[in-house]
Structures are given as structure tokens and as C-alpha cells.
């Protein structure tokens, strides 16, 4: 039986490491390098890693954090990917197959696809046909409004009239792999997934789905599996304070009968 999976999310911001809260709140959090490094090492299965920088400033002008100041975003993946094992899906900015191509050579092995996605629906099939579904996963930011479920256009901060049932469609109907499926609600709120939404999603489409959005306890993972039908779920945040976080999460799910694979003891130093 295929394993169910645990993804942390790590969000870079202008060469730093951030936590997220509704879209629109960022705290410096580090050293991005060496976060993966650690979450590598605390056993994850797979990471993603967003780029949501709105300009090309990914030098941090500091000389102190050991850590070698980086001019682009592929320096910055290519140290990434020396740093881990584990599987790397990698968005941000991505306009064209060129742009997917060089993330795959700077070290990637799949690419997540936002604003474009919402904008040129097309270029996920380009994408799927020229570099595989396996390798393209396409991120929905879902918001509510007026009782019903839209998706969020992170790029322009606003909502957009698509609405999630049929975009989520669309986007299976265009060859994309997977879904990433994050609440905007719920994002760095801690108060759980968005279960409903999560529900609607599954329901509607075959591919992988991945849930992500208000992971503020152990339980709230666990929760996902037992209720829905996603594939893996991810979080960010609950992952950057937590010593060996994955580990525990990981171990937690383990222990309560989630089909994880068996946390690995080796990497606990």
C-alpha cells in the first residue's frame, strides 16, 4: 500500500527563511540552508520550497549567519539540493517552460505552479508534455467567500471568480500530477485544516492531493489522514520551532496508525 506523506513547506523571502500568516504577514525565521538540512536529517519524505520574493533581492547583506550570501534563486536551490536526499518540489515565479528547466537543473525534482496556472490554464498541459505530470504540481490557494470556496491569486493578493470544485478539475483535466491545496483562512492560524475543503477536492478529482493551511498540533496531520482522502500533508510553520519536528510528527503519526513510513531514530543526535 502506497505510504502516506509528510511534506514540510519551507518559504523564502529575499534570501531569508519565513513564516507566513494570511498571506500577507512574514517573520524572519533564518537561515535557509540550514533548514533543510535539518529537516532532511529529521527523516521527511518530500519538501517544497516557495519562493514568494517580490524582486530579485535574494543577497541578505549579512556576513554572519554561515552561510554564503547568494545572488539568485538558483544559487539558492542548488545549495539546497546538496544539502538533502529527499525529494524537492520548487515554485515561485515561474512563466515559462525555460523556468522550469532551469530549476530542474539547479537540483528540483518537481515544480509547483501558482499564478500561471491560474492565468495560462494551458501551461500546465505544456508543462505535463514536455517534463512529465509526475513532475508538475500545481498550488491552489483557496479562500471563502460568501460560503463558497474560490481560488486566491497569491501574485495579485486578490481573489479571483474560479471557482475551486471546477479549476481543481481543470487543472487534473490538464495533465498536472498533483495538487497542493492550501486554505488561505487557515494559513499560520494553527487551528487545524480546513477538513471541508479538503473533502470537496478529493472527492471531485483522481490526482494526488496535498493539504496545507493551519497545522498547529500534531493531531491536526493525523486528523487529514483520518478524514479526508489527501495523499500527504504539509505545513510550514509547525516545522521551524520544534527540535527535530518532523521526526515527532512523523513518529506521532506512526504510533496512531497513520501509514507513514517508520520514523527513523538514526538522524536524532
Not at 168 to 190: H, T, Y
Request: aromatic share 8%; charged share 25%.
Amino acid at each position: 500500500m502506497k505510504k502516506n506523506r509528510l511534506i514540510p513547506i519551507v518559504l523564502l523571502k529575499n534570501g531569508w527563511l519565513v513564516q507566513s500568516r494570511g498571506f500577507s504577514e512574514y517573520q524572519n525565521l533564518g537561515n535557509p540552508t540550514n533548514a533543510v538540512r535539518r529537516i532532511s536529517e529529521w527523516g521527511s519524505d518530500e519538501l517544497i520550497y516557495l519562493d514568494i520574493s517580490k524582486d530579485e533581492q535574494y543577497d541578505i547583506r549579512r556576513d554572519d549567519q554561515n552561510y554564503p550570501n547568494r545572488h539568485s534563486f538558483f544559487e539558492i536551490i542548488n545549495d539546497v539540493s546538496k544539502n538533502t536526499f529527499m525529494p524537492i518540489a520548487v515554485g515561485g515565479k515561474i512563466n515559462s517552460l525555460g523556468d522550469i528547466e532551469k530549476r530542474l537543473q539547479s537540483g528540483a525534482d518537481k515544480i509547483t505552479i501558482n499564478s500561471k496556472a491560474i492565468n495560462e490554464p494551458e501551461f500546465i498541459e505544456q508543462s505535463a508534455n514536455e517534463f512529465g505530470s509526475q513532475c508538475i504540481v500545481v498550488s491552489i490557494d483557496a479562500k471563502i467567500n460568501l460560503d463558497n470556496y474560490v481560488v486566491y491569486d497569491h501574485k495579485n493578493s486578490s481573489l479571483t471568480k474560479l471557482d475551486i470544485l471546477e479549476f481543481s478539475k481543470q487543472v487534473e483535466n490538464m495533465g498536472a500530477g498533483e495538487i497542493l491545496l492550501n486554505s488561505v483562512d487557515r494559513d499560520g492560524q494553527g487551528n487545524g485544516y480546513d477538513i471541508n475543503l479538503l473533502n470537496l477536492v478529493t472527492d471531485q478529482v483522481k490526482i494526488p492531493v496535498i493539504a496545507c493551511g493551519g497545522v498547529g498540533e500534531w493531531h491536526h496531520l493525523q486528523e487529514a489522514f483520518e478524514k479526508t482522502n489527501v495523499d500527504a500533508v504539509a505545513a510550514a510553520n509547525i516545522f521551524n520551532y520544534i527540535e527535530h519536528s518532523v521526526y515527532y510528527a512523523k513518529k506521532y503519526l506512526f504510533e496512531n496508525g497513520i501509514n507513514v513510513r517508520k520514523p527513523d531514530l538514526i538522524n536524532i543526535k
